[in-house]
């Protein structure tokens, strides 16, 4: 099918450079042009017409002189060839309008700029970074040059140039880049995390709040980095931040808070927060976590998980639900006990077979959270889903 298109897109350029070069002819032979051998232009069309973009490049490339609606048809057709996946052959053809002598500098710009998408999709990268370099560096599309050099950077984890990159960038375009280069700074402290070298990931976090103040990610960063090395109240009010900043994180840091909590002997602070999260979000984990720290002292939980379930149903509380109620001694005596658990069973892998995330700008719905999209590539708009929340301690 790529095949067929490519051929029929080929013939209407056949005619429209056979109109061109006609009319160059025609000028040459009033004088005001040189004259383009007929052979030439017949064979061109022909060899267009009949799908040989071989022999099409080299007539197109032995036309003596170029003026800019010639190179518009160069370029339609290099941008053809990459569309369809010959690297090759749309470098052949960028190549050779480069190498031409007489171009405006704006031409040779615009040539270079698909000379850098060239090698941008042949996974070139070096080579395609040194095009955008030149075209940042001569004042041209100096914008996309830059983007496309923090993007090169950042698709190979180089993110200490990623960083210079969107810094050269925000100086370009006068557009903050420090959520951005927040996000870069907590890739490296993933990366120092993975490494067992903590002290490194806190310098990391510490420098992506020093971007970004409101950077969601760097908090829970921080709390997890304060808590590993036991200093659980500031590691509760790193996450106790995160939440302020956005409510939807609720689920990924209401089992952190809790444990911090239990650590500091701070549940009365723990039973404010879960008031609080009531009011600012509309997730129905506050009831399971009030649940769990009622059973913690040896309360029934039941009327509470009811009560949620009654204000804000969910599989969360139902699960949970379900789970008590299986131990009560009345379900237990009319043997229900086994039916509550099966339903309670299948409740749970339902909630782990499904999306756990969601991306605010696509849609993309990941089990997992990925701070930067894989579908849309956006960095911080993937956010946890509220239907289907993780049970604390799940």
């Known amino acids: 099918m790529l095949d067929s298109l490519f051929t029929w897109l080929l013939l209407p350029l056949g005619l429209v450079l056979g109109w061109v070069l006609g009319q160059r002819s025609q000028q040459a032979v009033s004088g005001t042009e040189a004259t383009i051998p007929p052979e030439q232009l017949g064979g061109l069309l022909t060899q267009l017409a009949s799908d040989d973009p071989d022999q099409a490049i080299a007539a197109l490339t032995r036309v003596a002189e170029i003026d800019h609606s010639t190179v518009e048809l160069h370029l339609t057709l290099g941008n053809l060839f990459r569309k369809r996946g010959e690297i090759d052959r749309a470098l052949r053809i960028h190549e050779a309008l480069l190498a031409r002598p007489g171009l405006s500098e704006a031409i040779q710009a615009q040539v270079r700029r698909e000379f850098a998408y060239d090698y941008l999709r042949a996974g070139v990268m070096d080579h395609a970074e040194e095009q955008f370099e030149k075209l940042a560096a001569g004042g041209h599309y100096v914008g996309e040059a830059l983007d496309q050099i923090r993007i090169i950077y950042e698709q190979g984890r180089d993110w200490p140039h990623a960083i210079a990159a969107a810094r050269r960038l925000e100086g370009a375009q006068g557009e903050s880049r420090r959520a951005l280069i927040a996000q870069y700074e907590c890739e490296m402290a993933d990366e120092a995390r993975r490494a067992k070298n903590d002290g490194e990931a806190l310098q990391h976090v510490r420098r992506a709040l020093a971007e970004d103040s409101d950077c969601v990610r760097a908090y829970l960063h921080l709390g997890n980095l304060l808590e590993a ?148 590539k956006r960095w911080g708009s993937i956010t946890p889903i509220d239907e289907a929340m993780r049970l604390p301690g799940a």
């Open 229 to 376: 090395r036991g200093e659980f109240p500031a590691a509760a009010q790193a996450y106790l931040r995160a939440f302020q900043l956005d409510a939807r994180f609720l689920p990924d840091v209401i089992e952190p808070l809790y444990r911090c909590s239990q650590k500091t002997n701070s549940g009365e602070g723990f039973l404010q927060f879960l008031s609080d999260a009531k009011e600012i979000s509309s997730s129905s984990l506050p009831y399971v976590a009030e649940a769990r720290l009622l059973a913690d002292e040896g309360l029934d939980p039941l009327d509470r998980l009811a009560q949620g379930l009654e204000v804000r149903p969910s599989r969360a509380v139902l699960a949970q639900f379900l789970e008590v109620l299986e131990k009560q001694p009345g379900v237990i005596a009319a043997g229900l006990d086994k039916p509550a658990a099966s339903l309670r069973l299948a409740l749970r892998r339902l909630m782990e077979s499904s999306p756990k995330y969601q991306c605010n700008n696509c849609g993309f719905s990941p089990r997992q959270q990925f701070w930067q999209c894989p579908s849309c």
